[in-house]
């Protein structure tokens, strides 16, 4: 590990946008980062994102740095970002609790039939990963366009258009296979 001299080097080197600083603080914290993460979470993939993430706010946030002990600067921000994910994961979960409760609501009112169809297309939706999900549920049951979702996550329109595709194709799949 190196010593805060080192360190105050290499974040002033980043600071003057030193691509090669920034390679070394990724070099020097990424694996206890990443065990941070992954003790919080035990998931492999969730803490290279969280991870990835991390490194993105330093990049944006390195010039708020001031001098103080980096580690502890560098963890803090760490921490507020599995906490921006427990609060979003939170609020993926009271949005498909609430359509859970509006599909039983409306399997009272419609009938039976249609009632247990709702159950089957519910049942099926559960089978798509989180994602997937997340954006069928997006798109159809909170009204919200293609380019909305796309500029809420972050990408390009055609890649959300296509994840809903094959979202909608795959659960088009699990519903035949019902029959």
Known sequence: MADN???SEIVAGC???DSWCFSQLVD????????????LTGNRDLSEELLG?????????????????FDGWLFRI???IFHDHLRERQRQKKLLEKRREQFEEQEREVGHNEGEDIDKLQKK???LDDKTR????????SAMSFKEIAEMRGEPIGTTLSK???????LRELMEQEK
């Not at 993430?53 to 002990?69: A, C, D, H, N, P």
């Not at 997340?134 to 049951?141: A, K, N, P, S």
């Open 78 to 80: 760490a921490s507020n």
């Open 164 to 170: 809903v595709h094959r979202g909608l194709k795959k």
């Open 134 to 141: 997340e954006l069928i549920m997006l798109r159809f049951y």
């Open 125 to 127: 939706l559960e089978q």
């Open 53 to 69: 993430e991390l490194f993105t706010r330093i990049v944006e946030k390195i010039g708020s740095f001031k001098g103080e002990y």
């Open 5 to 7: 001299k080192q360190i």
């Open 28 to 39: 020097m914290y990424s694996h206890r980062c990443y065990g941070y993460f992954y003790r």
């Open 15 to 17: 600071k003057d946008g």
